[in-house]
């Protein structure tokens, strides 16, 4: 039948077998019962078509109100040769219609006539289908298409497989093909679907005229209630919940249950697992866009006041009230404030935005304008948009404002400059705006705050001050102000080598706290105090329980992923560390947060230097040096120092090394570094020997020693003293014994390798060497691994066995060849290379070459894509 050249029989293989038969014996009654949706009007066109190319009369009515007439003329005359009689929509029949036509069918049935009967339901053309199918008639019925069945006839309409945009497109069509074909044509009317690699999509830099005019059409085609319904879900957006289009109507589900089941059957909308959905894009925007302008406006406002009303998502409540509010408008202006107040903590980003909009619409000579910038001010801080914060509160202040929204704005502004890193200024702004009378009681501890954070980054001595006579005033009730202070003791304490007194403080700040998600710091800091003792399950739990609350506010979230980097770092996960400090770092830098750059620096300017990537490594440390001011705050001043001087050790040699040390940190040995970096005192020890200077090696041991004899109770301070012990008598039981100790793979795997190195016997050199080969190669320090092997070539040993491996590919390479390719893809020469893996050039050219070969390159270029897409 050539009516499937354009899908009408697709899929109703069965239905074309009996309708041929029917229309070849020329005879017979065909009984068809299709529901809306099944394409029931264009296949009886269709069979009319093909009847008549057979050569029969095809006789038909032009609707319901023509079928009496049409019956009339053949009860008088019947067709002189064979015949298809088409009857649509006989449940809309007269009952003398329906009469007449049994009388018809009984009295032609020896003649060459096909009679095709079609209704959708109905009580009374039911009976003369019971009765026809009584006499032996077919009966068809026809159900919407399968989904698999119209993914094909779309195939073949687009012309390449059709991606899920397009699938959701033609389910508008709830399985007719007839309007799957007409949707088709007006696609390609609109030039609207494009196909690339066989793959078919909807094009999105066009508008598809022709298409919305038909969806349009089956939207028009709903009733009034229906379209009502729509249009207000509409204003909802692209998904919604019955419940909430009932409440907007003043209704109920229950009363709307039948528009509801309209709009599904007309396949406007679908219903998902836990709500309902306009069918595609296309008619959710064109039932949108048929709502006036200025009655969506209201709808929205109406719909963010229901949803702040019940308790909502203040954020779906914002996004309606931002549609909705206009200037002036002084109703819809306070919902954006309001739900800006909402969100503040939670979703700051849509607290700023929807703040900033309230503060745009409002009348510069409004009453409510100071109040609504001290709110804008607030979010954008919130969302980290520090510089906009600062202008905003400094435009303000530059205007005449009075007294109280003056200090809050000016405290915001003591806020910003605190998160930059300009210390200085914020504790004198602070100071200043707490020696004026009549400060407001509830700002007074915000500001309180602010100045001593300020002042630890700036000047120690007053901040100790200040925070010993806030603890002795606020003893006894816990609160933020209290907090903060016992965290800065804490934080001078950790600075100062006195890492048990620094664990007390900082437990008892981080107790001590109560709006957990503005007052970050103290919890923060007692997960540095206890990550420094390699008490890594405690500060691993003290940073998910900062990070489990819903507060989004981007200075925790920055401080939170510096701490986190450190930890991981410092327990030897050094690829997490590295991700993590990454993303920290960029979002300080994007937002401003000058404060959080330098530890993000300082941790991967660590991973940098053991996985031998020295040009980073370097760069990290001199843009902590000279452009970003090491905080104090988030780790010590001691940190970076020593950071600065392990990678100039590695870049620039000994001798620089110490120069800088001596020069520019000659306190780093005496302060309580060994206590927050335990194991820097045997790096220390072990540098300190290598340059001849017995004095700094004895300087180093002591004072580790001093530290773990006045701090009890903390292993990896007393293992750090022992490793420096070790070294500085050249004792191997001593260096074991740390290393048994040691609770850290970092540590554990330094004095494993400064045994190997101090033993005489060979065997168990080689043995202490390649327990230390296998911590680092577990820590991922691709330079100390390196650097171990080389010992371990000195000693005849090659390298210990390793599983076989392929004979071609990145995963063929060992060790070595994988640190080399890491260091080609990083820009390195076969010098720089050398100095970094402790090998000589011609060995470093000598393992490229084998690499090229298994993986089938020639070039350092093609190398470094491998690379990039390998791992």
């Not at 909802?236 to 589900?253: I, K, Q």
């Not at 406002?301 to 200037?327: C, K, N, T, Y």
Request: glycine share 8%; proline share 4%.
């Amino acid at each position: 039948m050539s009516g499937n050249r354009d899908g009408v029989f697709r899929g109703r293989a069965g239905e074309r077998e009996l309708l041929n038969g029917v229309l070849d014996a020329g005879t017979g009654v065909v009984l068809v019962d299709g529901a809306a949706g099944t394409g029931k009007t264009r296949l009886l066109a269709e069979v009319a078509a093909l009847a008549a190319r057979r050569g029969a009369e095809v006789v038909t009515a032009q609707d319901e109100l023509d079928q009496p007439f049409l019956l009339a003329r053949l009860a008088e005359r019947r067709p002189d040769g064979p015949a298809l009689v088409v009857l649509d929509d006989l449940h809309l029949a007269e009952p003398a219609t329906l009469a007449a036509l049994r009388s018809l069918l009984l009295a032609s049935a020896h003649e060459k006539v096909v009679w095709l009967l079609a209704r959708r339901g109905g009580e009374a053309a039911g009976r003369l289908f019971a009765a026809a199918l009584a006499r032996g008639a077919t009966r068809i019925e026809l159900r919407p298409l399968p989904d698999n069945v119209i993914a094909g006839l779309v195939t073949d309409l687009a012309g390449g497989t059709p991606d899920p945009g397009l699938l959701a497109l033609a389910s508008t069509a709830r399985g007719n093909p007839a309007a799957v074909i007409a949707l088709f044509r007006a696609l390609r009317e609109d030039g609207h679907v494009e196909v690339a690699g066989g793959h078919a999509s909807l094009r999105t830099d066009r508008v598809p005229l022709a298409t919305e005019a038909l969806l349009g059409e089956r939207v028009a085609e709903l009733s009034g209630g229906a379209r009502h319904l729509v249009q207000v879900a509409s204003v909802l957006g692209p998904h919604f919940e019955p419940g909430d289009v009932a409440e907007m109507l003043a209704s109920s589900t229950a009363i709307l249950l039948p528009a509801l089941e309209e709009v599904i059957g007309a396949g406007v909308v679908t219903s998902l697992e836990d709500r309902l959905a306009f069918r595609h894009e296309l008619l959710w925007r064109l039932v949108a866009e048929s709502v006036p302008p200025p009655v969506r406006r209201a709808l929205h406002r109406e719909a963010g006041e229901m949803l702040l009303r019940r308790g909502d998502s203040a954020v779906q409540a914002a996004r309606h009230l931002l549609h909705g509010a206009q200037r002036g408008d002084a109703r819809s202006i306070d919902g954006l404030v309001t739900a800006a107040k909402a969100v503040l903590v939670t979703a700051p980003d849509a607290a700023a935005e929807l703040a900033v909009r309230a503060l745009e619409l409002t009348d510069p000579a409004s009453p409510s304008l100071v109040r609504r910038t001290v709110i804008a001010v607030r979010a954008l801080i919130a969302a980290g948009r520090l510089a906009a914060a600062q202008a905003l509160a400094q435009d303000a202040l530059a205007r005449q404002v009075s007294p109280e929204p003056a200090a809050e704005l000016r405290h915001c502004v003591a806020v910003t400059t605190l998160l930059t890193a300009r210390h200085a200024e914020s504790a004198e702004s602070s100071g200043a705006l707490l020696a004026e009378p009549g400060l407001m009681p509830e700002l007074v501890p915000w500001v309180e705050i602010t100045r001593m954070m300020a002042l630890l980054g700036h000047d120690r001595r007053r901040a100790e001050e200040l925070a010993e006579s806030v603890v002795r005033a606020h003893r006894g009730s816990p609160d933020d102000v209290l907090a903060t202070a016992l965290a800065v003791l804490a934080a001078i304490a950790r600075d100062a080598g006195q890492p048990g007194a620094a664990l007390d403080l900082a437990r008892e700040a981080a107790q001590s706290v109560t709006s957990h998600d503005l007052c970050a710091y103290p919890q923060l800091l007692l997960a540095t105090v206890f990550s420094g003792l390699r008490e890594f399950a405690e500060a691993e739990s003290v940073v998910r329980r900062a990070r489990s609350g819903p507060s989004a506010v981007v200075t925790k979230g920055i401080m939170t992923g510096v701490v986190q980097a450190r930890i991981l770092v410092q327990a030897g996960r050094i690829e997490e560390a590295a991700a993590e400090a990454r993303t920290a770092l960029t979002a300080a830098e994007e937002t401003g947060h000058a404060a959080l750059v330098a530890p993000a620096l300082a941790v991967l300017a660590l991973v940098a230097i053991h996985t031998g990537d020295l040009p980073a490594a370097v760069e990290h440390v001199e843009r902590c040096r000279e452009s970003v001011p090491a905080d104090g705050i988030m780790f010590s001043h001691a940190y970076y120092q020593w950071t600065d001087v392990l990678v100039t050790y590695v870049g620039s040699g000994l001798d620089r090394a110490m120069a800088l040390l001596a020069d520019e940190y000659p306190d780093l040995v005496s302060s309580g570094l060994f206590a927050e970096e335990p194991r820097a005192a045997g790096w220390f020890v072990r540098r300190a020997l290598e340059a001849g200077d017995e004095g700094l090696a004895k300087a180093v041991v002591d004072r580790v020693e001093r530290l773990a004899e006045d701090n009890p109770g903390f292993p990896a301070v007393a293992s750090a003293a022992l490793h420096a012990r070790g070294l500085f008598d050249a004792d191997p039981s001593v260096l074991e014994l740390a290393a048994q100790q040691h609770g850290d793979l970092w540590a554990r795997a330094n004095a494993t390798e400064d045994l190997g190195v101090l033993l005489d016997d060979r065997a168990a050199s080689v043995k202490a060497l390649e327990t230390a080969l296998g911590l680092y190669r577990e820590i991922g320090a691709s330079r100390d691994s390196a650097r171990v092997l080389g010992r371990l070539r000195k000693l005849g040993r090659r390298r210990r066995a390793e599983p076989a491996r392929p004979a071609s590919g990145w995963s063929s390479l060992d060790d070595t060849e994988r640190a080399i390719a890491n260091l080609v893809a990083k820009g390195q020469t076969n010098r720089q290379i050398s100095t970094q893996l402790f090998m000589s050039p011609h060995t470093v050219n000598f393992h490229l070459r084998k690499i090229f070969r298994k993986l089938g390159i020639s070039s350092r270029i093609e190398l470094a894509t491998r690379s990039r897409d390998d791992r």
